[in-house]
């Protein structure tokens, strides 16, 4: 049985801002019900405390350079049997709101400092040089807040073996260089070869250029991270770590997203029963203030608001769209330029397009459930998780074709439709015309109430679970062990 310590920023429902969490909260879940031993170590960030039942002291510790002892607090994933260790360390993680920008939407002026702490506190665990009796075989880090965590593991000889999962490669945790002395970082990690990417301190890289095994979370993401237009200047690096690298689909946590039951519907619904599907429509409908309407096609859209998720392409589209009969939802936020167009539009489109700004878990829930289609026009997206809830949910997901979105969505095209093998609509150029025009090959799929309901219950008999994907995470640690 593998002893293995994530590594994370975020773990749902202790933290989450996106699907981070999300997988951090489910996949030790699946690999414990599969015989591993997972634990989990995160920050004690203020919002985590106060969902931290039951959390007690368990260990002391003093990383190097930093002024005060680190408490170890010790529970479980709430609701799960998985150990977690949060780290108490109040100057660092007892702030409020998101845990990587402060209230003005900067990045914390100390995250170098934040994040190394987690680290440090991971490479104490990972060679026991803590009063716990507990050492992982594998440490599984996540993103560039876990990134130091391989470099500082690699300067040792009796180590466990490494493993680092890229969610998302663009962000990558870069600082000053003078950043690099202050954490203590010795001189031979200073080279471009090492955690050096033009003059700055890269966290990422620690991650990308010393972890035994890499992965990312879906094949297509793995393929175009290798390519200059994804790469985010790694490109050349993660070419040269090919071989070591694996793109693992990401799974969902089929309990917490399961529309027979979602407490948070107004009516729970089954591919069986799948006529009770329509009263969240009409309660998402109310809730939006849109005009109650059974057959009006409802495009709904949950998500970051920020580059990545194309929301310039729908800006773009807006114009078209509104022309169209249909109505569209829209939760989230993120950068404010963003925000503001999105309310803006909504302003002045009458009818038919409703945006809630804001992060909010149960809403999310209700607006997979009551929309007949699911949005997601990102331009580049790691594996994206929303059109996973989507199918599960038989909404349809009309996406673009790129990274996991080309892995789990496929295009109703006629010959698909007549295999019953589609399960959205998916479309290529990153332009507001093609996602104009997805639009409008779902609508026309959307009158054809029979084909209709065929494809969303197609996308309903999918299976997402995290099985599949948990026994090629094991594999993988079972490889990293070898090759350490
Ligand atoms: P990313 O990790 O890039 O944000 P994913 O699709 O993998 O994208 O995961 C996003 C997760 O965060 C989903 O669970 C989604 O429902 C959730 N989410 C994003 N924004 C919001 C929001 N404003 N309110 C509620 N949930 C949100
Ligand atoms: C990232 C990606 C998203 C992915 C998630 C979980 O935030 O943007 O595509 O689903 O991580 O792996």
Same mark, same amino acid.
């Given at each position: 049985m593998h002893k293995v310590l994530f590594v994370t920023s975020e773990a749902y429902p202790l933290m989450k801002t996106g699907g981070l969490g999300d997988v951090c909260g489910s996949l030790p879940v699946a690999l414990e019900s599969l015989g591993c031993d997972v634990r989990l170590l995160m920050p004690g960030y203020r919002d985590t405390l106060a969902r931290a039942d039951g959390f007690e002291p368990v260990a002391r510790l003093q990383p190097p350079l930093f002024p005060h002892h680190i408490t170890l607090l010790e529970g479980k994933l709430p609701g799960k049997r998985v150990k977690v260790w949060l780290v108490d360390y109040p100057p660092a @993680? /007892?702030?409020?709101? $998101? &845990? @990587? @920008?402060?209230p003005y939407g900067n990045d914390w002026y100390d995250n170098a400092a934040r994040f190394a702490l987690l680290a440090r506190t991971a490479v104490a665990l990972a060679l026991g040089r803590?009063? !716990?009796s507990w050492q992982p075989d594998v440490v599984h880090c996540h993103d560039w807040q876990a990134g130091l965590v391989p470099a500082w593991l690699s300067l040792e000889t009796r180590r466990p073996a490494t493993v680092f999962t890229i #969610? $998302? !490669? *663009? @962000?990558q945790g870069l600082f000053p260089r003078d950043t690099f002395t202050a954490l203590g970082l010795p001189d031979t990690l200073w080279s471009s070869e090492a955690l050096e990417f033009h003059g700055a301190l890269s966290f990422i890289k620690g991650g990308v250029v010393f972890a035994d095994r890499l992965t990312t979370v879906s094949p297509t993401y793995a393929r175009e991270i290798q390519s200059p237009e994804f790469g985010c200047g790694l490109d050349g690096v993660l070419r040269r770590r090919s071989r070591s690298l694996t793109g693992i689909l990401n799974g969902i946590d089929t309990v917490e997203w399961d529309p027979a039951h979602?407490? #948070? !519907? *107004?009516k729970p619904y089954s591919a069986h029963r799948f006529r009770n599907k329509l009263a969240n429509k009409l309660a998402l409908q109310k809730e939006f203030e849109l005009?109650?309407? &059974? /057959?009006m096609p409802v495009i709904g859209m949950v998500g970051r608001l920020v580059y990545q998720k194309g929301i310039d392409l729908l800006l773009g589209a807006i114009p078209k769209l509104a022309g169209m009969p249909l109505q569209m939802v829209i939760l989230g936020s993120g950068e404010t330029r963003y925000e503001k167009a999105l309310e803006h539009a909504a302003a002045h489109a009458g009818n038919r397009l409703a945006v809630r700004i804001g992060y909010d878990e149960a809403l999310a829930h209700r607006i997979v459930a009551g929309s007949d289609m699911i949005l997601m026009p990102s331009r580049f997206e790691p594996c994206g998780l929303n059109q996973l809830y989507g199918l599960r949910y038989g909404t349809v997901p009309i996406v673009r074709r790129i990274g996991g979105l080309a892995d789990t969505v496929v295009d109703a095209t006629p010959a698909n439709l007549r295999a019953g093998t589609a399960t959205g609509f998916v479309f290529d150029p990153a332009e507001p015309a093609a996602l104009a025009a997805a639009v409008t090959r779902a609508l026309d799929g959307y009158r054809n109430g029979r084909q209709w309901k065929k494809l969303a219950l197609n996308g309903m008999r999918q299976d997402f679970s995290w099985r599949k994907s948990a026994d090629a995470y094991i594999k993988l640690y079972k490889t990293a062990l070898h090759t350490r």
């Open positions: @993680y /007892d702030r409020p709101g $998101n &845990p @990587y @920008y402060d803590t009063s !716990l #969610h $998302n !490669l *663009s @962000y979602d407490a #948070h !519907l *107004s005009p109650p309407d &059974p /057959d």
